[in-house]
């Protein structure tokens, strides 16, 4: 009989793990001793604040990232087809959602494999939730364009998206490029457009405010090199 593939996520920042991990999934993540992880050494940090009781030598990491080849998914699924429980942990947040992991989950479904999501930090439902913004109705689209051109044609694009369908567009960036993105979206969009910067979610530093885009350019924030997620609302 396969074994089940856990999908945990990681808490956002150095922040109170009490808040963002309920205590049934910490014993649930005790209970495990191989995971694939991003990367090693701080999925090792991680699990010493989530208190897994078992060494953390003698816990087995594979790693999965951009890098990995899908030829390789096989052999990081052979575990679980031998009965073994493995752990799917991202580097902050949810597998799979802004990070790798899809299509293992997707190899795990076709071979039978029980798949369990576990409760933990969405740094993406935390911002649509907190920021007032259309909850029935929203998109995410990753990471926009780096050139600033074609950046430029994919917040018109977002902004004439959610006038036309009435949603709230979400997207992220790499904090050490939000000074420009934030730059790119006072400039192209109309004033009159909602935007909300939901930045260091879940830490103290948290802020997480909902402006229109007139409003915004008065006074634009400092989220460089913040974690940040971006969602814009034209409906």
């Known amino acids: 009989m396969p074994g089940t593939l856990y999908l945990i996520p990681a ?20 209970k495990l001793d191989s995971f694939i992880v991003e990367d090693a050494k701080s999925a090792r940090q991680c699990l010493a604040r989530l208190g897994v009781s078992a060494p953390l030598q003698t816990i ?9 080849r899908p030829a390789e998914l096989t052999d990081l699924i052979k575990p679980l087809l031998s009965g073994k429980n493995l752990g799917l942990m991202s580097e902050a947040g949810c597998p799979a959602v802004a990070d790798p992991g ?3 989950i997707a190899l795990a479904h076709a071979h039978g494999i029980r798949v369990v999501p576990l409760v933990g930090p969405s740094a993406i439902l935390l911002a649509l939730m907190a920021s007032g ?5 929203f998109a995410f689209h990753g990471y926009l364009p780096v050139d ?3 950046r430029a044609r994919k917040i018109a694009e977002l902004e ?15 904090p050490y490029r ?3 993105l934030l730059q790119s979206l006072l400039h192209f969009c109309d004033k009159g457009t909602l935007l909300c910067l939901a930045t260091d979610i879940s830490l103290a530093t948290e802020n997480i405010t909902t402006k229109r885009i007139g409003d915004w350019k008065s006074a634009p924030p400092d989220i460089n090199k913040r974690p ?5 609302y034209a409906g």
């Open 133 to 137: 913004l259309n909850g029935q109705r």
């Open 102 to 104: 899809a299509n293992l």
């Open 11 to 30: 808490p956002l920042g150095h922040n109170d793990i009490s808040w963002v991990v309920p205590h049934g999934v910490k014993r649930v993540i005790s």
């Open 228 to 232: 940040t997620v971006f969602l814009l």
């Open 160 to 174: 004439k998206a959610s006038k036309i369908l009435d949603q709230t567009e979400i997207f992220i960036e790499a």
């Open 178 to 180: 939000n000074a420009k």
């Open 148 to 150: 600033s051109a074609e």
């Open 60 to 68: 087995k990491f594979s790693v999965l990232n951009e890098h990995t």
